[in-house]
């Protein structure tokens, strides 16, 4: 077995070429595809810096690595636009609307207008699935995550909400699809390419999980940036009992209950802006599908803008923004609309260079940083259809110079 560091910290043994690629270029998206593909040899792990890792315990089969390759987010990605609208920095689509869930409850309890959740209550309730495949709060520890299966509307409204930690929802395929239900599935952009590539390899896979739902992804903070959260709400992990990055308002506080009643909170703003944000794992940061290329809809937040058209966090009630990428999609959501699940309206695509900042400064600031990487020696992920060149330029030559020399200077440097 070939020694690759995975961190400053901790080391993990692979014999897998594909997994050896990724913990050298620190690729790892911590999706959970690969356990899914190779449970018995593959387990998801929390590595010494936070974020989820798999921990290979034995050889893999040719195909196992075949397949794995195939479906890797740190190896690559690939999208063909076909006749759909092809926005470079938003992926292709059919169409893009505002509006919000019809269900106070959801809305409310949502990161943004319980888009989501009301898309997952009604695919429930109009029998479309059985179940939806998602994340929720860890409940042995509230600052993290576990994957979980819902059945009902309620299990979705606990489920609500933003959780800007390590997820690896891809894992608990294996035992979804033991049984005999069909699955909508909710997970990060990241995670919806494995998805679809997994789909493309597993006709049952295809047919049992029909439904791909994402949202806009500013990347994936380490369990670490939580614990900070926590540090600066001067409350020890231990003491915590829940924890919610967002929602119960829009865009909602960041907000931990103790284990004598009390609570303390902070805003979206210093949460994500201040300190989450800053412990986004590197595969994030080189990450060219932020905004859910691979997923038949996909969900964000429909910002109101102040004058100069700029993102306004000002506690609202919640709105989002839904994107149709597949014609499944489109068909879903005039249904959903239709029978009373979802308000929408239209909504007109180019104000989301303005009110979605994050997501445009880094597609325009990828192919600098992919290729001072590519300078290093370091391993990249492979990206085909993803409009790259058209994305970078659109921005100023100054903004590109930047990005590239920042990112050879942290790779000369770290």
Request: overall charge positive; glycine content about 10%; aromatic content about 6%.
């Amino acid at each position: 077995m070939a020694l690759i560091r995975q961190s400053h910290q901790e080391e993990y043994l692979y014999s897998s070429p594909t997994l050896s690629r990724i913990a050298r270029g620190d690729l790892c998206a911590g999706c959970g595809g690969c356990a899914a593909i190779a449970p018995q040899a593959l387990k998801m792990t929390e590595s010494a810096e936070g974020f989820l890792r798999p921990r290979q315990s034995a050889k893999l089969s040719a195909d196992e690595e075949r397949r794995i390759s195939a479906l890797c987010p740190g190896m690559g990605q690939s999208v063909a636009a076909g006749a759909r609208t092809d926005d470079a920095l938003w992926g292709p689509y059919l169409s893009m609307q505002t509006g919000h869930a019809t269900d106070r409850d959801l809305r409310f309890a949502g990161a943004s207008g319980g888009g989501l959740s009301g898309l997952a209550a009604w695919l429930l309730e109009s029998g479309t699935v059985d179940a939806i495949l998602q994340v929720r709060a860890d409940p042995e520890r509230p600052v993290g995550n576990v994957v979980t299966i819902s059945r009902s509307r309620a299990e979705v409204l606990e489920a609500a909400g933003s959780r800007y930690a390590p997820a690896a929802p891809l894992s608990l395929l294996p035992q979804a699809l033991a049984g005999a239900e069909r699955f909508a599935f909710i997970g990060k952009p990241c995670d919806a390419a494995a998805l679809r590539a997994l789909r493309a390899q597993d006709p049952e896979a295809a047919a049992r999980v029909p439904v791909i739902l994402s949202f806009f992804c500013a990347g994936t903070p380490s369990l670490k940036g939580a614990e900070a959260v926590l540090e600066a709400l001067d409350t020890a992990p231990e003491a915590a009992v829940a924890f919610r990055y967002r929602g119960n308002g829009w865009p909602g506080r960041a907000t931990v209950t103790r284990r004598d009643g009390s609570a303390r909170s902070m805003s979206y703003h210093d949460s994500w802006g201040g300190i989450l944000s800053r412990h986004v794992q590197m595969r994030c940061k080189l990450c060219a599908d932020g905004t859910g290329a691979a997923a038949d809809i996909v969900c964000a937040d429909a910002w109101e803008s102040d004058a100069a058209g700029y993102p306004v966090f000002a506690e609202a009630e919640g709105s989002s923004l839904f994107v149709a990428r597949s014609a499944e999609g489109a068909a879903l959501l005039a249904r959903a609309e239709a029978e009373g699940a979802l308000t929408l309206s239209g909504f007109d695509s180019r104000k989301l260079v303005a009110i979605q900042p994050g997501q445009r400064n880094r597609r325009h600031a990828l192919l600098a940083r992919l290729t001072a990487r590519r300078l290093l020696g370091r391993p990249v992920p492979r990206y085909r259809g993803l409009r790259l060149g058209a994305a970078a330029r659109q921005a100023r030559p100054g903004f590109l110079l930047r990005n590239f020399l920042g990112t050879l200077r942290r790779g000369l440097f770290r």
